[in-house]
């Protein structure tokens, strides 16, 4: 009776968390738009993988982007609801959700029920992953994906099935076939082996074999499943030139970027995301059981209320997950431990050496989430029958209260319910200055080019290259924007040399999402922008006067 109780605790629990999470990842869905130059690829991408007729095709580079699985989750949604870039969002608003469920189940089955509840009450509030949720990118697709991985190669090592081997591989493909390191899941999942082989140490290379067989089943049938999406890039641009793109990512840095990457959290947390780590924790303890609330359950709810509300749910997960490894890695140990260890591990060392976007540390952010459930089912065991001291609960409740006050109001402004609409609206406002059935070329901005395509302004043209733009032999509008203006060949190839030809009509702002300020803006920019305004993302419209022209 006493597991039956605990489970439907667990399940109240959970099913709240992903009620708040639809919710955070829902809320003001009509004011939601894309504004990244990413999200412009894919929902091009998808629009020409469903509609025949559509004379744009793909878009050129698709490939290196990403792989096919989240355009095809898009072109999924178009044929059910019509296109619209809302429709792009829409995938990952559905699938997030659904990543704060399966993280709370993967909590529960690696660490107890009390913990996947806490880890989905962290996932649920976790700043990053709404944004995400919130935007046409891959990431949150990818997330759900690698942790169905994991948790499949998990349990695979528990079994020592080949048949749990097979769906893991399958999993670790789906992954590698939506973003490029999916098969970074193979890596953590092989830590999930340690214990069995370390019983085994004694036994010799059969018994070894035998213990590692389900991941390297899960091995093949991965690579078996990304092997066509390999064949057609090497068919179309080769796999070198593949993997020479991705190298112009990598800068080594990892000092410099790893401060990069913590002052992207803090500019990414919320009032709602500091309050995770005290939810979490009531979540945790209400699954145990009530209890008595004795000083001791008062001091640690405090605690954990100053640590999220002035540090914030990052640093909280941190410190949690470095405190549960700390107390449960051991030889032989658990098989989850060794899998937390491992994830862990492999983005701390591996994401700093990338370019500090913010959204390559979504994976982090989720196995800090199961590792702070983790960490605090640990926090106040053996507390549950201290002596109540009801006089220390007002004391706790304005303690929390003021930080979490403090936390509000020292907010930056950042968070990912402010509109995202502003180049939609762009859009709308730009086709008054465009005469009907004048040509538009857009450099640079496949999302304006998308709105613009959807009302009736065709504007897409494969005019990256400035030779391209020069030999344009009519007069023609002209857009272009920060990524004109940052890149040093297509500013210097057009705004510089083609100057006199270049007749200036309007400027249009806008303050794009989070995640796109992050990826062209410090976080100290950011906050500014936010604050005060700013012309960092403008776009502008040119009359291009044709080469030939007088």
């Known amino acids: ?169 399958i999993a670790v493909g789906l992954a590698w076939n939506t973003k490029y390191h999916g098969w970074f899941a193979l890596l953590v999942g092989s830590a999930a082996f340690v214990p069995g082989l370390w019983n085994d140490r004694r036994r010799g290379p059969a018994a070894w074999v035998r213990r590692v067989a389900p991941w390297g089943v899960a091995a093949a049938v991965a690579a078996l499943c990304y092997l066509p999406w390999a064949l057609h890039v090497h068919g179309t641009i080769g796999y070198p030139a593949l993997m020479a793109y991705q190298g112009t990512n990598i800068d080594g840095t990892w000092l410099g970027n790893l401060a990069i990457q913590v002052a992207q959290q803090s500019f990414l947390e919320t009032p709602f995301s500091r309050l995770a780590p005290v939810l979490a924790l009531v979540a945790a303890w209400g699954v145990q059981g009530r209890g008595r609330v004795g000083a001791g359950r008062v001091g640690i709810l405090t605690g954990v209320a100053v640590v999220g509300a002035v540090a914030g749910a990052g640093a909280a997960a941190v410190v949690l997950t470095a405190l549960a490894l700390a107390r449960g890695v051991r030889l ?44 605090l089912t640990t926090l106040g065991r053996g507390l549950a029958r201290g002596r109540t001291d009801v006089a220390l609960l007002p004391a706790a409740a304005l303690a929390g209260a003021a930080v979490v006050a403090t936390a509000w109001v020292g907010c930056s402004g950042a968070g990912p319910w402010r509109p995202s609409d502003g180049v939609r609206r762009v859009a709308d406002e730009m086709t008054g200055h465009i005469p009907e059935g004048q040509r538009v070329v857009v450099v640079g901005e496949p999302e304006l080019a998308f709105y613009l395509h959807l009302r009736g302004r065709p504007a897409f043209e494969r005019t990256e290259s400035p030779d391209a733009v020069a030999a344009v032999d009519e007069s023609v509008y002209l857009v272009t924007g920060r990524y004109v203006e940052v890149a040093d060949v297509l500013r210097d190839g057009i705004l510089v040399a083609l100057d006199e030809r270049l007749t200036p009509v309007a400027r249009f702002g806008f303050l794009p999402k989070d995640i796109r300020i992050l990826d062209d803006r410090s976080a100290q920019r950011g906050r500014e922008l936010i604050r005060s305004g700013g012309d960092d993302f403008d776009l502008r419209l040119f009359r291009l006067r044709g080469a030939e022209a007088p």
């Not at 949720?133 to 990431?139: C, G, P, Q």
């Open 332 to 375: 032989p140990g658990d098989r989850q431990a060794w899998a937390l260890l491992a994830w862990v591990a492999l983005w701390v060392v591996s994401a700093p050496i990338y370019h500090p976007y913010a959204r390559l540390l979504a994976p982090f952010w989720a196995v800090t989430a199961l590792g702070a459930g983790w960490g």
């Open 1 to 169: 009776m006493t597991g039956d109780a605990e489970q439907r605790r667990f399940s109240l629990a959970l099913v709240l968390a992903v009620a708040v999470a639809a919710v955070a990842r829902g809320w003001g869905f009509g004011a939601l738009g894309i504004d990244h130059f990413d999200e412009g690829v894919y929902v091009f991408t998808a629009w020409a993988w469903v509609d025949a007729a559509q004379p744009l095709g793909a878009y050129p580079d698709q490939i290196l982007f990403s792989p096919p699985v989240y355009p095809a989750l898009v072109a999924l949604a178009y044929l059910l609801l019509g296109v619209a870039a809302e429709q792009a969002i829409l995938v990952n608003i559905v699938v997030g959700t659904a990543t704060v469920a399966l993280v709370g189940r993967v909590g529960a089955r690696w660490f107890g029920k009390a913990a996947g509840a806490a880890a989905a009450w962290m996932m649920a509030l976790d700043p990053l992953h709404v944004a995400l949720s919130r935007s046409a990118l891959t990431d949150v697709t990818f997330l759900f994906l690698f942790i169905g991985a994991v948790a499949l190669l998990v349990r695979s090592a528990e079994e020592g099935s080949w048949r749990w081997g097979v769906a893991a591989g």
